[in-house]
C-alpha cells in the first residue's frame, strides 16, 4: 500500500457511518478540531490535531468543527477557517471549504463564520446530543448559546435535545481496530522509529550527552518524513533510567552505565513506541548481563501468551513471575517466589503496567476492560509490551544491581493467528546489540 499525505476519502467515510450507525435516531454528534496553543507571549506551540477529530475528518488544520447527523440527506456536516490572504501571508495556507471538503468527503462544507446560525439549524428537533463530555473545547461556549437560543424559542416551535451522550466511548473503541490503512501507517512510524533508535545506539559513548543521542534520534525522525518524536524522548543514563517518564536529557553518558532510550516517531499521526537499553560503552558487564537478560526473558514470557482472546493481564502474569523468579535468584527479592507475588512485593521494582493501546495517541484510547472484565485481544488492535526492573541507588539489594534501569519495549499488531511484531528490526539480544555498537557511526 503506498501512503499519501491525506488519509483516503473512503476510508473517512467509513469511519463515520460506522460511528454514525452506533448513534440513537433523530441525533446529532458534534466532533472538534483543536486549536493552537500559545507557547510564549505571540508565538505557538507546534500545531499538533486532536485525535478524535482527525480520524474523522482528515484535517490537520486547527478550528475545525465536524456534525454528525445519522440518517439525513447531508449526514455529514464540516465547518472550517474561511480563507484569508492577510492573515495567510503570516501564518500559512488555510484549506478554505472546497478543498476541506475534498480530501474530508463530507457532503457539506462552511466558513466558521457562520457557525452559531447553521449549527442551530443543524442541532433543532433532534433528541439527542452526542460530545466528548469533560473535555474542555473551544466549542463549548458556541454549543451553550445556541442550546440556550433553542430553548428560549420553544414557542416558535424549536426544540433542544433532551439528552447528551458521552461520544468518546462510541469514537474510542472504534478507534482500537485498526484497519489495513492504518496498520500500513503504524508500520511506518515503527520503521522509522526502529531506524532512529539504531542510529542512536551507533551514536553512543561514553563522555557524550542524553541531549546528543536525543538528537540523532529526532534528526533520523524527520529526515524520513516523520512529523517529530509522538512523545517526549526519554534518554536516561546511569540512574536516570530509575526515572520512568526523565525527559530533562542533560547528564553526560559515563563509562560503564547503561542507556535508556523510550522513544518513537509520529508519522502521519500515529505514533511508534519503542524502549531499548544498552551500555554506553557497548559491552554489558556481568551484572548488567543477568538483570537485563531477565528482563529479556520477561517479555518473550509474554510474548509466548499474547494472541486473539488472550488479555494483557495474562500476559502480565506471565512476565511478573519470570521477573520474580529472576530476582530471588539474583538476591534482590528474599522468600517464597508465589508469596511474593502475591504481596506485590516486586512493586517497588517493577511499578507500572506491562503495556497500553497504540495508535494515533502514543497511549492510545479504548476500553481496558468489557463488563468489568479484562478485554480480550482481537485481530487489529496494536499494543506495546514492555516489561522492566529498576533498582535505586539505596536498594537493599546486592550492590552490583543498584542504579540500573533497564526496559524493553516493543509494538505488537494482534493478527489472526498470534502477533506481529512491527519494532523487531532494533536489537534487544546481548549479541545483537554489542554486534550493532561495534560498528559505531560507519
Known sequence: MTLANSVP????????????????????????????QVRSNDTHYPFRQNSDYYYYTGLNEPGGLLVLLPGKANESLLWVLNRDPEQEIWHGRRLGCEQAQALSGVAQC????????????????????YIAQGMQ?????????????????????????????????????????????EQACMRQACKISVDAHRRA??????????????????????????????????????ENACILHYTENTSELRDGD????????????YAGDITRTFPV???????????????LRAQEAAFAVIKPGATLPDAYKASVQVLVE?????????????????????RPYFMHGLGHWLGLDVHDVGDYQVAGKPRPLEPGMVITVEPGLYIPANADCPEAYRGMGIRIEDDLLITESGFDNLTSGVPKTIEGIEALMSRGNK
Not at 473512503?10 to 478540531?33: C, F, G, T
Not at 442541532?123 to 439527542?128: A, N, S, V
Request: charged letters at 20%.
Open 9 to 36: 476519502v473512503s476510508e473517512l467515510q467509513q469511519r463515520r457511518q460506522a460511528l454514525a450507525k452506533a448513534m440513537a435516531p433523530n441525533s446529532v454528534a458534534i466532533i472538534p478540531a483543536a486549536q493552537e
Open 110 to 129: 462552511y466558513s466558521l463564520n457562520t457557525l452559531q446560525e447553521q449549527l442551530a439549524l443543524c442541532i433543532d428537533g433532534c433528541d439527542e446530543l
Open 137 to 181: 473545547s473551544w466549542v463549548t461556549a458556541t454549543l451553550e448559546d445556541v442550546l440556550r437560543q433553542l430553548r428560549a424559542n420553544k414557542r416558535k416551535g424549536q426544540r433542544a435535545p433532551q439528552r447528551v451522550h458521552d461520544l468518546t466511548p462510541f469514537m474510542h473503541n472504534q478507534r482500537l481496530i485498526k484497519s489495513k490503512y
Open 201 to 238: 545506539m551507533r551514536a553512543t559513548e561514553p563522555g557524550r550527552y542524553e541531549f546528543q543521542i536525543a538528537a540523532e534520534l529526532h534528526h533520523e525522525m524527520h529526515w524520513q518524513g516523520a512529523a517529530g518524536p509522538a512523545y517526549g524522548s526519554i534518554v536516561g543514563g546511569g
Open 258 to 269: 547503561l542507556l535508556l532510550i523510550d522513544a518513537g516517531a509520529e508519522f502521519l499521526g
Open 281 to 295: 560503552n557497548g559491552k554489558f558487564s556481568e551484572p548488567q548481563r543477568k538483570l537485563y537478560n531477565l528482563v
Open 326 to 346: 529472576g530476582m530471588v535468584k539474583l538476591g534482590i527479592l528474599q522468600g517464597e517466589v508465589e508469596q511474593l507475588i502475591a504481596d506485590m512485593a516486586f
